[in-house]
């Protein structure tokens, strides 16, 4: 089996959404909140992250995908 794509595109645009909507709630969101979060959407299929959560380094991917 190949490597997993970390994040698919609807699971990018659920990220964001959610985070625009704690924002408009103003409401702070941690690194480690934004982590669950996205346990929470990625648990019904297998990911590259260690016991379901993702590491540092996927923020900086995360971003680069988003911005770009």
Same mark, same amino acid.
């Given at each position: 089996?190949?490597?997993?794509?970390?994040? *698919?595109? /609807?699971?990018?645009?659920? #990220?964001?959404?959610?985070? @625009?909507? *704690?924002? /408009?709630?103003?409401?702070? #969101?941690?690194?480690?909140? @934004?982590?669950?979060?996205?346990?929470?959407?990625?648990?019904?299929?297998?990911?590259?992250?260690?016991?379901?959560?993702?590491?540092?380094?996927?923020?900086?991917?995360?971003?680069?995908?988003?911005?770009?």
């Amino acid at each position: 089996m190949g490597l997993i794509d970390v994040s *698919m595109e /609807e699971e990018d645009k659920a #990220i964001v959404e959610w985070t @625009l909507t *704690m924002k /408009e709630c103003k409401l702070s #969101i941690t690194i480690q909140q @934004l982590k669950l979060k996205v346990v929470k959407i990625t648990q019904i299929r297998p990911t590259p992250f260690r016991n379901g959560v993702p590491r540092s380094s996927w923020w900086k991917w995360f971003q680069k995908g988003i911005l770009t």
